[in-house]
């Protein structure tokens, strides 16, 4: 089984300082992990995924995410926050065969102060 | 490129009547088509998830269904809506033909039983 923790629920920063969202997977094969971004009343977004590749991931808007076996973590990073990234985001890990559904983590509430 | 459709945005319902929201996907063929469920203030739930025509798999008991008659093409509909049907609903579509895991969302429903 699989499954993910996202470890705040929420998190405030202010404009222009970095952000760190922590997500901890478990998994028994080898994860595809997202980051999604969750905006009002909407639905959602990709912001990255790991698939086994680079370790250290790249994705929009300036976000990026490490990949560390040995810590089972998916931490998201951005070096200078946004009023705009405030949002919903999910860490997500997908099942390897069958269905491939995702299992969702319950989610981090960034608030970004001016 | 492909994209995703789901109508109608926003709905209002009473207790005991019946719903319908479609989902469409276009500029893939043979998708894998998912229905989530997302809570106020809760992660997402996977309800059903189908992998072609008419092959629709449940993932939690409830008085919801799905039928996909067309192969891009996802309905979820009831015939008696409860209180607890409330939520916010995500379709999502992922490539069947690659090993590829990312799945990509809709903008989503607003349901609103009352």
């Known amino acids: 089984a699989q499954s993910v923790t996202q470890l705040d629920s929420h998190v405030s920063v202010s404009e222009g300082t970095p952000v760190l969202l922590r997500c901890n997977y478990s998994s028994s094969y080898s994860p595809s992990l997202f980051w999604y971004v969750q905006h009002p009343n909407k639905g959602l977004q990709l912001l990255l995924k790991?698939?086994?590749?680079?370790?250290l991931v790249k994705g929009i808007n300036g976000f990026e995410a490490e990949f560390k076996k040995s810590e089972t973590s998916f931490h998201l990073t951005k070096p200078s926050a946004h009023m705009s990234d405030a949002a919903e985001y999910f860490c997500?890990?997908?099942?390897?065969?069958?269905?491939?559904?995702?299992?969702f983590g319950s989610g981090t509430r960034l608030q970004v102060q001016p | 490129s492909q994209t995703i459709h789901q109508w109608p945005a926003t709905l209002v319902q009473p207790v005991g009547s019946p719903l319908s929201l479609e989902c469409t996907v276009e500029g893939t063929s043979n998708p894998n088509l998912y229905w989530y469920r997302q809570a106020a203030g809760r992660g997402l739930q996977l309800l059903f998830y189908?992998?072609?025509?008419?092959?629709i798999s449940s993932e939690v008991p409830q008085n919801l269904s799905a039928s996909r008659p067309q192969d891009r093409q996802f309905i979820l509909s009831s015939k008696k809506l409860l209180l607890s049907d409330s939520g916010f609903y995500l379709c999502?579509?992922?490539?069947?033909?690659?090993?590829?895991?990312?799945?990509?969302f809709g903008p989503g429903t607003r349901l609103t039983v009352l």
């Open positions: 997500v890990v997908s099942e390897v065969t069958g269905r491939r559904a995702l299992t």
């Open positions: 189908s992998v072609g025509i008419g092959q």
């Open positions: 999502a579509w992922r490539d069947q033909g690659t090993s590829l895991r990312t799945q990509y």
């Open positions: 790991y698939t086994s590749a680079a370790t």
